[in-house]
């Protein structure tokens, strides 16, 4: 069977394509731009990739080997009224869907029980997570991750599998799509206002979320907003202050040590191994790609766009250089910045220094008005304006954050990731 994926270099996107080339199937792609994910599908033996989302292009492809199924990103609709692509595949009666449909197609064919994991942040860490504890207790599985690891691709598959670990995204209310077999919840906090008009709305689909899911383990407070006062014997419910977290978790940041316990109970409902033992290996963790990374000495780049995240993401920089963070800011969607205004404005009060640089674009609402770096260092409450200024991706702003590494201070990065970003740029710049 010949696959074609639309948006191949996409975090949600491209695991998937890999994990359909290791099962055997025939793998295609495009986008409309390189990046370093389709470089590194590439290398994984996904070649046939093509920086070209034309008519002309998906027709010649399927001239020289029929597409059965072709599978897109939510953006691909979004951002075209009628994309070439799918237009063409219409013309041709080919068989056209998201992500979710495929995946639970695989899931049917091998057999699969889906580990769910989902959450307004900390799905990527949370998923590696169990990835890293999965593998380190000799558990086949296979999975899909929206990130690089270093001790795995960013999706897998093992025909020796039970278990397939899911990073299962709300937006576009994809996570709605499955029934898992355990459900891990890791943090709900009202996102993506585009899909998701209302909280309500946002909860309302959490809780429909944990309906379709045969087990689940989630926090307190989240169990709280979402009304579930009885929980059913099937919801295990964690509490956030635990003595266990900070006592038995010695990795760095608390948002870390509480998506470690979440894994370790989960996995312990799987396998029934002890959470000593769970606890062990997770303390061994390497960390994720772009989750609080270092690039250099005295650099990190993380993929923090949420409010809750970007908190956890300065709690484990103050952690580890108290006083000394420099954060350099690039917003994940001009849609969401407007979005989070009210947040923003005592977001970044306590670092050192601030630089904001343009947001990455993508899937916008044009009716909103662009907010440039110097827009949104108005937002800022007057604490943070004065330690805040507008930037760009330049030599100017390279030579600003060495002269920070030189005296000492921790740069932490945070930005979108993906082609023409901040954190493409940091590599570029910082190669080590």
């Known amino acids: 069977m010949h696959i074609y994926f639309s948006g ?6 491209g695991p998937l394509a890999l994990i359909a080339h290791q099962a055997g199937f025939t793998v295609s792609g495009s986008d409309k731009q390189d990046s370093q994910y389709i470089q590194y599908l590439r ?42 692509e799918l237009r063409f595949c219409r013309e041709q009666h080919i068989k056209t869907s998201k992500r979710d449909e495929f995946l639970n197609f695989l899931l049917q064919e091998k057999n699969l029980q889906l580990v769910a994991v989902a959450g307004t942040h900390g799905k990527t860490t949370t998923t590696a997570m ?11 599985i296979s999975y899909s991750v929206g990130a690089k690891l270093s001790f795995g691709d960013m999706g897998h598959f093992d025909p020796a599998s039970t278990y397939f670990v899911y990073e299962a995204d709300e937006f576009d209310r994809n996570f709605l799509s499955f029934t898992p077999s355990m459900a891990l919840i ?14 309500e709305d946002y909860h309302a689909a959490f809780r429909e979320f944990l309906e379709q899911s045969q087990r ?13 006062h009885e929980p059913t ?8 202050a635990d003595p266990g977290i900070t006592g038995l978790i010695t990795l760095p940041g608390l948002v870390n040590r509480q998506n470690a316990w979440l894994v370790a109970h989960g996995v312990r409902q799987l396998t029934g191994t002890p959470l000593p033992e769970l606890l062990k290996h997770l303390n061994e963790f390497p960390g994720v790609s772009r989750r609080f990374e270092q690039v ?18 300065l709690q484990i920089a103050d952690e580890l250089a108290p006083g000394r963070v420099v954060v350099v800011y690039e917003g994940l969607h001009n849609t969401r910045q407007h979005f989070i205004k009210k947040e923003l404005e005592h977001l970044f009060d306590n670092v050192k220094q601030l630089y904001i640089v343009p947001s990455y674009l993508a899937r916008e609402d044009q009716r909103l008005p662009l907010l440039t770096p110097a827009d949104i260092r108005k937002l800022l409450g007057p604490s943070a304006q004065a330690h805040a200024s507008a930037q760009e991706l330049s030599p100017a702003l390279a030579d ?24 493409e740029w940091l590599r570029q710049e910082f190669a080590v």
């Open 130 to 140: 169990a990835i890293w504890l999965l593998q380190r207790l000799g558990v086949p």
């Open 43 to 84: 290398g994984k033996g996904v070649e046939n990739i093509a920086i070209d989302q034309s008519y002309d292009h998906i027709a010649q492809v399927h001239s020289t080997h029929p597409i059965d199924w072709f599978v897109h990103t939510s953006a691909l609709t979004m951002e075209q009224a009628d994309p070439p």
């Open 233 to 240: 014997a099937d919801q295990l419910v964690l509490d956030e």
């Open 400 to 423: 600003i954050i060495r002269r920070h590494i030189h005296a000492g201070d921790l740069v932490l990065c945070l930005t979108a990731g993906g082609g023409h970003s901040l954190d």
């Open 216 to 228: 689940a383990v989630l926090w307190q407070a989240d169990a709280d907003r979402l009304s579930l």
């Open 8 to 13: 191949i270099g996409g975090t949600g996107i």
């Open 296 to 313: 250099a000495p005295g650099l990190y780049t993380d993929y923090a766009h949420t409010p809750p995240k970007i908190r956890g993401a």
């Open 186 to 199: 890791t943090g709900i906090d009202w996102d993506h206002p585009d899909i998701y008009p209302t909280r």
